[in-house]
């Protein structure tokens, strides 16, 4: 069963702007860590963000923040300022099954245009 | 620190034949992760160690697929026989273990693979 669901399979954002990738999760663990990947065309997994659960602060990474809502079991990732760079495939995980192995969602595709 | 390494980079062989992918960690990581990306099934984790140790193998799709993970730097996911089926793309990743779970993996650059 899916366990990660990203909702939508792309985005667009004019360069500069804000824009918002939503996902949601679902976990038995108490204690856990989300991350949020980002894959450019050089397919290089690269990390963006990783939220602690037990924190109530949300995780803010220059320009990356995000809006944990534990009870929610969502975990939404916020670009400000975005850049042509920023241009990418997004992904969300989250723990399943044990706090070791973590299941992705399908993948935000984020444009970024002039 | 020179992150994880792969080899090779890309892949091509003919159906039937044998394939072997490498894996160097991130010295000192407890953790191992192969995954395989596909269009179709996105990122799956295929199987996943912990100080060499196999702990879930649940993911490797078939008994062609095999892993190991001799010493604490070096892993390999074989292949035998190969199918077109298999042509995805196949990243190692490796982590530390944090009191809360694990911690970022990171991966490497991952191998492309085509199965003729």
């Known amino acids: 069963a899916q366990t990660v669901t990203q909702s939508q399979p792309e985005m667009s954002v004019q360069e500069a702007e804000t824009v918002t990738l939503s996902c949601t999760y679902d976990?038995?663990?108490?204690?856990?860590?989300l991350f949020w990947y980002k894959q450019p065309p050089s397919r290089q997994m690269i990390l963006v963000i990783r939220?602690?659960?037990?924190?109530?602060q949300n995780a803010t990474e220059n320009r990356f923040s995000v809006n944990f809502q534990k009870a929610a079991k969502s975990f939404s990732l916020k670009i400000s300022d975005s850049q042509l760079g920023d241009a990418a495939m997004y992904f969300c995980?989250?723990?399943?099954?044990?706090?070791?192995?973590?299941?992705f969602g399908t993948g935000t595709r984020l444009q970024v245009t002039l | 620190d020179a992150g994880v390494i792969q080899s090779p980079r890309h892949e091509v062989t003919e159906m039937g034949q044998e394939v072997t992918l490498r894996c160097k960690p991130i010295?000192?990581?407890?953790?191992l992760f192969w995954y395989r990306q596909t269009m179709m099934r996105g990122l799956e984790l295929l199987i996943y160690?912990?100080?060499?140790?196999?702990?879930?193998d649940s993911g490797m799709p078939e008994d062609r697929f095999s892993a190991k993970m001799p010493n604490a730097s070096f892993s390999t996911l074989k292949i035998q026989p190969s199918e077109p089926r298999d042509s995805a793309v196949y990243f190692c990743?490796?982590?530390?273990?944090?009191?809360?779970?694990?911690?970022?993996?990171?991966f490497g650059p991952g191998t492309r693979l085509t199965v003729l």
């Open positions: 990743a490796s982590s530390l273990v944090l009191a809360g779970g694990t911690d970022t993996q990171y």
């Open positions: 976990t038995s663990e108490s204690d856990y860590y």
């Open positions: 939220q602690e659960a037990y924190k109530q």
């Open positions: 995980a989250s723990p399943t099954g044990t706090a070791s192995k973590l299941t």
């Open positions: 010295s000192g990581h407890d953790y």
């Open positions: 160690f912990n100080n060499n140790v196999p702990i879930d």
